[in-house]
């Protein structure tokens, strides 16, 4: 390869670094306010599960959501880390509950975590008053996108907005408390925010081509 050429090369790869790194670089607004989140969607169609009409006594028992866009994860052992439970203080009606006979810290063995079966860049939902929750976002490669940390009492929603396609989300309780929380009202939308990857691809092989004929 001839000096020229090496720079070519040297050049064009830097301009794939720099876009491809603009684009990775996700940004994601938090939200604890239900009104600020739903007014930033734009009018855009959520989908809301409250959990209603299930049994509320049935240890490990998980509404199958998939086809609605929200599959829960289950513990290693096959089990599923929450059951459907009454009213907690956040919402009226049936809530997810961690599981009482799973309490603990950790986001994976202990938390309730679900990914979406659908495209999805918004989610929200709410706690239980008496509870200090974390909440967290991943993108579809499991990067962590972003996070809240809600106190007790202090503000029972939160919610999350990003410019790139969430995978999936977890909520857990932190210490000193107990180990054991709800949620409720989990919901979720696609903005017109993302853009389809293919949509960047054809972008980025577009620039790229302009900047190899000029440099030419």
Request: charged share 10%.
């Amino acid at each position: 390869m001839g000096i020229t050429n090496f720079k070519k090369t040297i050049f064009l790869g830097m301009i794939v670094f720099c876009l491809a790194n603009v684009y990775v670089q996700a940004v994601t607004t938090t939200y604890t306010s239900y009104t600020d989140w739903f007014n930033a969607l734009n009018g855009s169609n959520v989908t809301l599960f409250n959990f209603e009409g299930y049994d509320g006594q049935t240890v490990n028992q998980v509404p199958l959501y998939s086809n609605s866009g929200v599959s829960f994860r289950s513990l290693g052992n096959g089990t599923y880390p929450i059951h459907l439970s009454g009213p907690i203080s956040a919402t009226s009606g049936t809530s997810l509950i961690g599981n009482h006979n799973n309490a603990g810290f950790d986001e994976f063995q202990n938390g309730i975590v679900w990914d979406f079966t659908v495209p999805v860049n918004a989610v929200a939902w709410y706690k239980n008053t008496g509870d200090a929750n974390r909440y967290r976002i991943y993108s579809t490669t499991g990067q962590l996108l972003a996070e809240i940390n809600l106190d007790a009492p202090g503000n029972l929603f939160g919610g999350f907005i990003s410019d790139q396609l969430i995978g999936f989300a977890s909520t857990i309780n932190l210490p000193p408390q107990d180990g054991l929380f709800g949620i409720d009202n989990l919901q979720f939308a696609l903005t017109s925010t993302v853009p389809e990857p293919s949509a960047i691809i054809l972008v980025l092989l577009g620039i790229l081509t302009i900047c190899y004929k000029n440099y030419r």
